[in-house]
């Protein structure tokens, strides 16, 4: 079992992987989430087309399942939404609905996870991270842009 630590540093990175590249790779290619077909991106990481071709077919499978889950989520809180809108509340369906809208969140965590943990096997540990260090560079560069100076940590 991982460490605390480790949990922690693995989320971040997760969140770095499924939140800030998929913004970047919006002006850049049009094609939102394909940070490895950003030119600066495949070279800094001597990414080769096979592997290139790798996270193609991974980010296909995944993204058609979180568009399901996605489904799924809205699907939940539709109907948790529903159920707190009745005149008589109902508190042990309202419950049992939101243990169903929190398992639908946790499937789609989980999904994200297994999307990183497949990125971390194509990629391999080294260029891993230095994709770490570059999510670290776009963050300040976006923090810098955005603001005039670089936001406290």
Not at 44 to 70: A, P, T
Not at 111 to 116: A, D, G, N, P, V
Not at 122 to 141: A, M, T
Request: aromatic fraction near 8%.
């Amino acid at each position: 079992m991982l460490y605390k630590e480790q949990k922690t540093t693995l989320i971040i990175c997760a969140l770095l992987v499924l939140i800030l590249f998929p913004a970047l790779c919006l002006g850049d290619m049009g094609s939102p989430g394909k940070w490895w077909r950003l030119p600066k991106v495949a070279k800094g990481l001597d990414l080769n087309e096979q592997q290139k071709g790798q996270l193609d077919d991974l980010f296909v499978k995944s993204h058609r399942k979180m568009l399901d889950l996605k489904a799924v989520l809205q699907k939940e809180r539709f109907e948790l939404d529903n159920l707190l809108e009745k005149q008589a509340l109902d508190e042990s369906a309202v419950m049992t609905q939101y243990d169903k809208l929190k398992k639908a969140r946790i499937d789609m965590g989980d999904e994200r996870f297994r999307f990183l943990l497949e990125v971390r096997k194509i990629i391999g540990s080294e260029r891993y991270q230095q994709l770490k260090v570059l999510f670290k560079e776009f963050r300040g560069k976006r923090h810098h842009g955005k603001h005039g100076m670089q936001q406290p940590q």
